[in-house]
């Protein structure tokens, strides 16, 4: 329950209104910002960085949810939008938004990935920092 309300927090704090405000790595960033008191024990503790983590990859896939959710939007009602349109025109405006969902679609995939990476760094040193 406490992720899941990390999650709609940062969701919340990215804005929610467009891609540019739901900002996986921002939000991975501001998750890991809280820093936790870990345990003594080092069982205990790399438990806890492994928890960490979990939230962590929760936040950068919610917050990426967000930002496609908010990108793609305006893209498919451009594309409902070329349908109006004959002819050449209307394959123009088809191919443009296609390619214009594409290029959205990879600068997702490629911040989603950075937001999982900064995961992966911040709980492989957390684990480190277990003695």
Do not use: W
Request: net charge positive; glycine share 8%; with cysteine.
């Amino acid at each position: 329950m406490k992720y899941l309300f990390l999650i709609l927090t940062a969701v919340l704090l990215a804005g929610g209104a467009n891609a540019q405000e739901c900002d996986p790595v921002g939000a991975v960033e501001s998750f890991l910002s809280s820093e936790p008191t870990l345990s003594s024990t080092p069982g205990t503790c790399k438990s806890q960085c492994s928890a960490q983590r979990a939230g962590c990859n929760g936040v950068a896939n919610g917050v990426s949810h967000c930002a496609r959710a908010a990108g793609m939007a305006p893209i498919l009602i451009e594309m409902k939008g070329c349908n109006d349109l004959e002819g050449d025109a209307r394959k123009d405006c088809k191919k443009a938004a296609k390619e214009e969902k594409k290029s959205l679609n990879e600068e997702l995939k490629s911040a989603h990935r950075s937001a999982k990476d900064t995961c992966k760094a911040a709980a492989t040193a957390c684990k480190e920092s277990c003695s």
